[in-house]
């Protein structure tokens, strides 16, 4: 019987420890805050509670254009008591947290509460105890990123951990970057209520994803009344007599009553003692691991944020997942991010799945791109969704399906469809025999991959 030591409790080590379990192992996982990690404690879990709230709200307030009103027939108008959102989001996460603490320990886990440390011969060191195993798992996570002249004090000049401890909606919330996080906060306080102002380095939010689903989020974000202060950065922050200043790189300042801060995330790799236990570190802290989660000291594998592969929750499960696989002897299935499926929790979400434009246009790859309006489908137009779009990529030679963009209400939930198609290698012509629902809004799905029947690789036109 092998023994499995992991340290840290989010997704990667929590997923890694139920692996390891039923593949026979004894496993030890050492958490020092509570089981979930980041994911459940203060990032995905609470962020996706206040943004569901928020996207609550707005439906309430849209209300009357599906024709329900008030009885006295005033309009339909609500008000947030943002203490009772956060009290909520507490609760759910502390209770998301108990769920992974009980399953844990009902499939056998032993869990050790402390802070540990990795001692030169690859053992955890915690409340005095030296715990030893054949295989040990870094699941460190990270935390927010701070920059020296705008740190956050946790009362008006907030990182996401701390937004959920505020009793009041922000009068005018200044968020300072627009990549999924500041886009995702930025936009459920604005449904919530506040005034945003988001500041962006470049002319657009979210400068990563699809560049025509960045510019419609863009725009609704200007039609909702946000602020978009592109093309600049944050310099300094700091809370003033009366309000927070936030002073940009040209000099500008922009006073509100609040400042978020979502300018990225350091890994939790410094004072652990990874260096004396010969665990490589790369230039920016993270874990070098390759496919299968191996880092560079024998016997040691890495999971999650601390890697700095790719941070999404499933990409963490999936890494503890392939390195206990690895460890123990079972089939392994290294780590392809083509395969990977995202969503950007806005109102409209953003999902997407294998690889983007941009990607195969850099390759050289021929395919065909075919898109359809949500705004056509007749699911949508019956739930008041004008909103979104599907987009797919298919390749003109073979047929596969390449990858796909979808923007729309609970995006997050029909990308899955595509991923499958995606990571079993589908053929556009697979995907449109097989059936949809009428009237669905994956039916617009079906319809774009039916589109793409009988490519040639002499009409396409995109590729090289």
């Excluded at 996570?141 to 000049?157: F, M, S």
């Excluded at 919330?173 to 936009?187: C, K, Q, W």
């Excluded at 602020?227 to 003033?240: E, F, I, K, S, Y």
């Excluded at 409209?348 to 309006?373: N, W």
């Amino acid at each position: 019987m092998h023994d499995v030591v992991i340290l840290g409790g989010g997704p990667g080590g929590y997923e890694a420890a139920l692996v390891a379990r039923k593949a026979g192992a004894r496993v030890t996982l050492i958490e020092r805050h509570g089981l979930g990690g980041n994911a459940v404690l203060t990032d995905v879990v609470p962020s996706k509670t206040v943004i569901a709230t928020a996207e609550w709200r707005s439906i309430a307030e849209r209300a009357p254009e599906l024709g329900i009103v008030a009885e006295d027939g005033a309009p339909v108008r609500t008000r947030v008591d943002l203490a009772a959102v956060n009290a909520r989001v507490r609760a759910l996460v502390a209770r998301q947290s108990e769920d992974i603490a009980g399953r844990l320990e009902t499939e056998g886990v032993r869990i050790v509460h402390g802070e540990g440390t990795v001692t030169p011969e690859r053992a955890v060191a915690v409340g005095g105890e030296e715990i030893r195993g054949d295989a040990l798992l870094l699941a460190l996570g990270a935390r927010p990123r701070v920059l020296a002249d705008a740190a956050p004090d946790g009362e008006r000049i907030l990182s996401w951990t701390d937004l959920y401890s505020l009793a009041d909606l922000p009068e005018h919330l200044i968020v300072v970057g627009s990549g999924v996080t500041g886009a995702e906060f930025a936009e459920a306080y604005s449904l919530l209520g506040s005034r945003v102002t988001l500041i962006a380095s470049g002319d657009r939010v979210l400068p990563r994803e699809d560049p025509e689903a960045s510019a419609m989020l863009t725009e609704v974000f200007r039609e909702r009344g946000m602020t978009l202060v592109g093309g600049r950065a944050a310099a300094v922050a700091r809370d003033g007599d009366d309000a927070v200043v936030v002073t940009l790189d040209d000099g500008r300042e922009i006073r509100g009553s609040h400042c978020l801060m979502a300018v990225g995330s350091v890994p939790n790799t410094d004072g652990v003692g990874l260096e004396g236990a010969g665990i490589a570190l790369d230039e920016r802290g993270y874990i070098v691991v390759d496919k299968v989660s191996r880092a560079s000291a024998p016997g040691v594998y890495a999971a999650g944020d601390c890697t700095g592969v790719l941070p999404l929750a499933s990409v963490a499960a999936a890494q503890g997942r392939i390195a206990m696989a690895h460890a123990l002897g079972d089939e392994v299935r290294p780590l392809d991010l083509g395969r990977v499926s995202s969503t950007v929790f806005t109102a409209p979400e953003i999902a997407t799945v294998g690889s983007s434009e941009a990607d195969l246009k850099a390759r050289g790859i021929f395919y065909r791109v075919e898109r359809l309006d949500l705004a056509r489908n007749p699911r949508a137009k019956m739930l008041g969704i004008d909103e979104g779009f599907v987009k797919v990529f298919g390749h003109t030679v073979t047929g596969h399906v390449l990858g796909a963009v979808i923007v729309g209400s609970r995006a997050s939930e029909h990308v899955y469809a595509l991923s499958l198609a995606v990571a079993n290698r589908l053929t556009v012509d697979q995907v449109a025999e097989s059936f949809t629902v009428y009237p669905s809004l994956s039916g617009t799905t079906g319809e774009v991959v039916r589109r793409l029947h009988g490519m040639r690789e002499d009409d396409a036109p995109h590729g090289t």
